[in-house]
T-cell receptor, first 108, second 112 residues
């Protein structure tokens, strides 16, 4: 089964709305990372977040390693936030295992 | 500019041909990776490599091989492409095992 479960699979927002994306891991992990994937395919790192809460602009990531979960909060969404958000975990420096992503669409 | 650079952006080839994709990082990172994103958009690791160790995902077919001249370069060679190799191939690097990953923009391969 999928080791990294992301929810929801897709999300439609009106500009200005907030959103919460979830990531759950079925195994223990050492670290995790959130990415934004542009429609063209390139990945942009949002947060490297082994544990705790980190904020960057309108994005906040909270990871609780021992509970095997992480969340990404988008506040005051904008149309430029549209795209796919991926979370990934790592165990023992063996490379990242990705979820299938949450596709976010923000409309004006 | 420091980043992970991949070429080509896009490649179309016929079944049975050999292809090679280039990846270069100017970040001074120690480890480089190749990932494959399939038609279902799932990203999976193929290889990780530093100057000491090559780790291969056991599910990767033998026709795939990484090629490295130094720690800033990690190319991907596919000896005889098959239709299921159509995908986006993403190169990444990181400084050490406790740091974040930086990805390139990807190479989209179409096998016809």
């Amino acid at each position: 089964g999928q080791q990294v479960q992301q929810s929801p699979a897709s999300l439609v927002l009106q500009e200005g709305e907030n959103a919460e994306l979830q990531c759950n891991f079925s195994t223990s992990l050492n670290s995790m990372q959130w990415f934004y994937q542009r429609p063209g395919g390139s990945l942009v790192s949002l947060f490297y977040n082994p544990s705790g809460t980190k904020q960057s602009g309108r994005l906040t990531s909270t990871t609780v390693i021992k509970e095997r979960r992480s969340s990404l909060h988008i506040s005051s969404s904008q149309t430029t936030d549209s795209g796919t958000y991926l979370c990934a975990m790592e165990r023992y420096a063996q490379g990242l295992t990705f979820g299938l992503g949450t596709r976010v669409s923000v409309f004006p | 500019e420091t980043a992970v650079f991949q070429t080509p952006n896009y490649h179309v080839t016929q079944v049975g041909n050999e292809v090679s994709f280039n990846c270069k990082q100017t970040l001074g990172h120690d480890t480089m990776y190749w990932y494959k994103q399939d038609s279902k958009k799932l990203l999976k690791i193929m290889f990780s490599y530093n100057n000491k160790q090559l780790i291969v995902n056991e599910t990767v077919p033998r026709r795939f091989s990484p090629q490295s001249s130094d720690k800033a370069h990690l190319n991907l060679r596919i000896k005889s492409v098959e239709p299921e190799d159509s995908a986006v191939y993403l190169c990444a690097s990181r400084r050490h095992s406790n740091s974040d990953y930086t990805f390139g923009s990807g190479t989209r391969l179409l096998v016809i």
